[in-house]
């Protein structure tokens, strides 16, 4: 059974700041790893997916893979009011199911 | 840039009817999947769709459930006898399915029982 594991939140943190999110997760054969933002009531839009342990960034984000502590993170600088949401980690990818963690919820204060 | 699309946006119905959503994935996809996220919960994988059959699913995906697609185009979801658990956001999404490919999401169809 895979699980994903994350911090419900709500994470705070002041405009401008970098917003660090976490995701743990149980299966050690997992290859792929997705962060998706959720907005309330709209569908999860991605943001970037990491198959390589380090890190890969894209623009203001930054997505870390550990495959040794079965540890993957997002960071996000510079953050904006607009970036407040809930941000998914998931499991999966191609052509398999994907597996979701419950997302963080986080606030960006003006 | 091309979307799944699904309809309706949003389905009000009564227990034990039955209601099919659609959903159009993306025209270069060749795997289509359906999703769930009940309200305050997470999303959960339903079923996967592959060469016009099931390749994978999940537990929640009983006899209640069924999956098509009737054309070229179209990717549906029926749920035979609505119970009230349900009630949820439905979400269809696809990718080509080649490796480092991600799945993208359609805007979800609300459903509620009553």
């Known amino acids: 059974q895979k699980e994903v594991e994350q911090n419900s939140g709500p994470l705070s943190v002041p405009e401008g700041a970098i917003a660090s999110l976490n995701c743990t997760y149980s299966?050690?054969?997992?290859?792929?790893f997705f962060w998706y933002r959720q907005y309330s009531g709209k569908s999860p839009e991605l943001i970037m997916f990491?198959?390589?342990?380090g890190d890969k960034e894209d623009g203001r984000f930054t997505a870390q893979l550990n495959k040794a502590s079965q540890y993957v993170s997002l960071l996000i600088r510079d953050s904006q009011p607009s970036d407040s949401a809930t941000y998914l980690c998931?499991?999966?990818?191609?052509?398999?199911?994907?597996?979701f963690g419950s997302g963080t919820r986080l606030q960006v204060q003006p | 840039e091309p979307e799944v699309t699904q309809t309706p946006s949003h389905q009000v119905t009564q227990m034990g009817q039955e209601v099919i959503l659609r959903c159009v994935p993306i025209?270069?996809?060749?795997?289509f999947y359906w999703y769930r996220q009940i309200l305050g919960q997470k999303v959960e994988f339903l079923v996967s769709?592959?060469?016009?059959?099931?390749?994978?699913k999940s537990e929640i995906f009983d006899d209640q459930f069924s999956v098509e697609r009737p054309d070229g185009s179209n990717f549906t979801l029926k749920i035979r006898s609505t119970k009230l658990e349900d009630s949820a956001m439905y979400f269809c999404?696809?990718?080509?399915?080649?490796?480092?490919?991600?799945?993208?999401f359609g805007p979800g169809t609300r459903l509620l029982v009553l």
């Open positions: 769709f592959y060469n016009n059959e099931i390749s994978e």
């Open positions: 025209s270069n996809h060749l795997y």
């Open positions: 299966d050690r054969g997992s290859q792929s």
């Open positions: 990491i198959y390589s342990n």
């Open positions: 998931a499991l999966g990818g191609g052509r398999r199911a994907l597996t």
């Open positions: 999404a696809s990718t080509q399915g080649t490796s480092g490919e991600t799945q993208y």
